[in-house]
């Protein structure tokens, strides 16, 4: 028994002093790993920002000034052309099926039942049409002037504020160039305070002048984007307001008949 114990207190030891071996070991070749990797990590040059941390940082390095007002031309350009899609999107209309409607509605109804289709439906179209059916007591030719007539208002309506955004498309890139002018001003002030030419004098200068010009740009390109889009979606639903009021004088002429 005395003999057994023995040979685990041995055992015991040389186990012992084995996990602390290897203890050690590893807490040393942690400690190493991570000395090294601090090292490496002293060596490795600083991480990049990411997109929205460097778009603050030149937004920052280009100048409150002329950068908050090309930032306000692109968020007024912007809320303008968000309103006026939503606007036109709401705005478009089945012409077909509206046409066929009318014309059942004239043909078992007769007018009061056309218009009240015309008055259930939301567009720019229906409204021509209830315009023109409320003047077919007067006559064909009475008729067709409140369709054009009318057709005029509807068109200014889809128009309204679309030429802010055409300003503010030429707006931003013309300060980005007046903070380019003013930019290039103070660097040569500098130089000219100093009485030398040096790189670190107007670097600062030209880099406000080229920021504020990528900045009026960039905003430039983002608002004729949107514009472009508006101004083709305003021609689509003009020319479908064009063929439907030919249509309704067509059913209205076949009416009378």
Known sequence: MKRLFSILAIACIMAFGTVNANTNANTNTIVNTVVSATQDDAEAPAEELG?????????????????????????????????RIIFLNLSTTNSKKLIQSVEEALGSGGV?????????????????????????DEGLEAAEKAVVAYGGVQMGQLEKNVSWISLFIALA????????????????????AAGDMQPSLVAGGIKVALLTTVFGLVVAIILQIFYNYII????????DMEDASINLMDLLIRNKK
């Open 112 to 136: 009061e039942s056309a218009k009240e289709v015309c008055r259930n439906t939301k567009g720019p179209v229906a409204s021509i049409f209830y315009q023109g059916l409320d003047r077919t």
């Open 173 to 192: 890139p013309m300060l980005g160039f007046m903070g380019t002018v003013i930019g290039m001003i103070q660097a040569f002030d500098k130089i000219e």
């Open 51 to 83: 997109f929205h941390q460097e778009l603050k940082k030149r937004f920052i390095e280009g100048g409150p000034g002329f950068m908050g007002i090309v930032l306000l031309c692109l968020i007024l350009g912007l809320a303008i052309a968000i309103e």
């Open 232 to 239: 083709s979606k305003i021609d689509s639903i003009v020319n």
